[in-house]
Every structure is written in C-alpha cells, then in structure tokens.
C-alpha cells in the first residue's frame, strides 16, 4: 500500500512539473509604440528603443510588445523599403507584433502583398493604441 501511495505522488509530482513547464509565462511588462513619421531619425530610434526596452524588461519579467504604424510611419513596411527589411524581421522573430492600420492602408493604396510578410493589420492605429492604453499597456510615441 505505501508503495502505491508512493508511486501515485510521484506520477502526480512528474505530471504537475510537465504541466507548469509547458504553461507560457505571462510578461510582466506591456508596451504599445506608434510610429507615424515619415522616413528619417525616427525610424532608427524606433527600432532602437525596442530593442533597448526588450533588453532591459526582460530583467524585470518579460515584456510583451506591439507597434502600430500609421500614417506616413506605414511607409516603413512596406517591401519596398529594403533599408529596414532585416531589422524589422529580427523583431517579429522576437515577438515584437507589428502592425499596420488598415485605414492609413486605404487611404495611401497600400495592400497587403505591398508589405512584409511578418505585418499584421489593425482596423484602425488610433483605436488601437486606445483599446491597449485601456487594457493597462504603456503607450510610448
């Protein structure tokens, strides 16, 4: 009997070690960044600001990241844009979401094909910048 019980606790400890490892950890840290210059010094610090944040959050708990282009900002995405291709992959790869509102799109003719495989979209920049800012996100701009 006390082998069985024995052995039940250890399969019940084995599962429960599984089960916490493959559960994600949730980042303590949320930021939400729009980019809406046109091309120029704000597109460098951008990228080095997020990576810069990355770095230092991940000390601190993780941190889990979206940036919103807009207006002249959704420039930066598109393929065209060869200058910032490799960068902004490195993000995505990162987990850095970036997306690009769907209205800016409309209004500048930019369809999907026009942009890097790794964008998604958001109906619109501003409201999502509101909804993350009411689900606690920090806002940087």
Known sequence: MKKLILSVAALLLVLGVAAVSQTPAVPKHHVVFQ????????W??????VQNSREALAKDGGSEMQVVFFGPGLNMLKK???????????LSDLGVQL?????AM??????????FGF????????????RKQ????????
């Open 134 to 141: 009411e689900a606690g996100w920090a806002y940087i701009h």
């Open 99 to 103: 997306s690009a509102c769907q209205n």
């Open 119 to 130: 964008v998604g979209q958001v109906d619109s920049g501003v409201a999502e910048l509101a």
């Open 80 to 90: 065209t844009n060869t200058a910032y291709a490799e960068r902004l992959k490195q």
């Open 35 to 42: 980019l809406t210059e046109p091309e120029g010094s704000a």
């Open 106 to 115: 409309r209004l500048m003719n930019v369809k999907t094909e026009d942009m």
């Open 44 to 49: 460098n610090l951008l990228v080095l600001h």
